[in-house]
Every structure is written in structure tokens, then in C-alpha cells.
């Protein structure tokens, strides 16, 4: 059992300086540095923190089976994924530079719970194990040495940030919702069709932001099972012949992308 705690300062932040402020009339007139159009701005002025419960467990081979497990509980802030970075959020994601508090939520990696669990199991049918432990070297051959492998995976989903598909605050801009409830649906409420509420979400009043945050809805989990069975033949002492056959995503489950985020 461990705990692992980071924070970081002065992050890079992918933003754009040159945002209007609301109201009406030209963009033009009420942005800062009224002569220029978007301003591709990479500062080091970002906030992160994390922090993680771990648990393991681990079983070392022992009557024909071994297994590691592992869980991890945790919580990752920051003001977006930095301008360098493959995964990097578009400077246009920042609603509005002059208040980039309002940024501040879950990192685009955060997964709130994630488990693992691997395992190899010696199947105990054959010479010197606990069925068939003096056949024959043929029935050897056939019934015996095999062995089953096993990863599972289980793993919450990442966070997504909702967007006004037509904004009301004339920046020129991208521009959030104005949020009335949490939105996040139970599970056995979320469809292919409905995964979040989107009538708590609504257009915010003429000429202003959107006060929903960023990374609230939380997306489709994953899960996976991978599984496999083996056996090694030795046809002469110094050579080995191994059979393997594998699945992946064995239970042929579904993962999901995230939602549409556009409201």
C-alpha cells in the first residue's frame, strides 16, 4: 500500500492572449491587441497536482499459479495539457486567459480508478503434477503441460469539456455553457444516445462566458480481458515446440470514445 503525491508550477499553458471581452459590436474593438487576430500564446504559468492511493498484490509462482494485482485510486488537477505536448489541449480551449482559475479541473489523463490484474495458471494434469503424474509420455504429450494467462483491465473514463456549439458572448471565441446541475447520468442511465444530461447545460446570458468548468462529464470506461492458453512439446531434449492460442478482448466488450461535447 503507497501513496504518491506530486505537485507542479510553471507549467506550460496553451493559450490565447488576444480573447475579446464579451459584448457587442467588432470583435476587433474590444480585444486587447486590437491590430492582431489570434495570438498563438505558450506561457509557463501552470498549476498541476496529483494524488494516488496504490495497492498491490502479488503471488508468486506456487502450486502452478502466480498472479499481480494492482489498483490505483486518484485525482489529477491542472490548467490544461501544456503546448508541447501530443496530447495538448488548442490554446482556444482557454474560455478566458484573464481568469485562468476557471480552467483549473481534471487533467485530460485522469482516471479516477484503474485495476489490473495479471495471472498465469499451470493447469495440474500431467508428469509430476497432481493428475496424470506417471502417465505415459504420449498421454503426457496430449494432456499435459498446458497453461492458462490471463490480464485483465478495468478502468474509469477520462474527462470531458463541453463547448457551446453556438456562442452567445461575440468573442470570436470558443464559449462553455452556463451549467444548472452535475449532468453526469448514472450508469445504468447512460446510452449510446444519452451518455450525459445535457438539459443541465444551457446558453449563458448575451455577452458573457459560460461558467461550466472544464473536464466535468466523465467519459465511457474501459474494460478488457485478455486470455490465452500454451503448451510446450519437447519432441527431443535440446528443442522445444510451443503451441499458444490468444484472445484479445475476449468477452468482445465495447469501449466507447467520449460524447460529443458540443452543446
Known sequence: VSYVGSKGTHLPIALNPNVATPGPGAVASRQPYSTFGTIQGWEPIGPSSYNGLQLSAEKRLQGGLSFLGAYTYSKSLDEG???????GESRLNVQNPNNLQANYGLSNFNFKHRFTLSGIYQLPVGRGRHFLAN??????GVAGGWQLTSILTLQSGPPLTLNMSTTTSNTGTLQRPNQVCNGNLPASQQTIKRFYNTSCFVAPPLYTFGNA????IIGPGYQDWDFGLMKEFHPIERFALQFRAESFNFLNHPNFSLPNGSI
Not at 213 to 216: A, F, L, M, S
Open 81 to 87: 495539457a501544456g503546448g508541447n505536448s501530443s496530447t
Open 213 to 216: 468548468g472544464r473536464n466535468i
Open 135 to 140: 502417465s505415459s509420455r504420449l498421454v503426457d
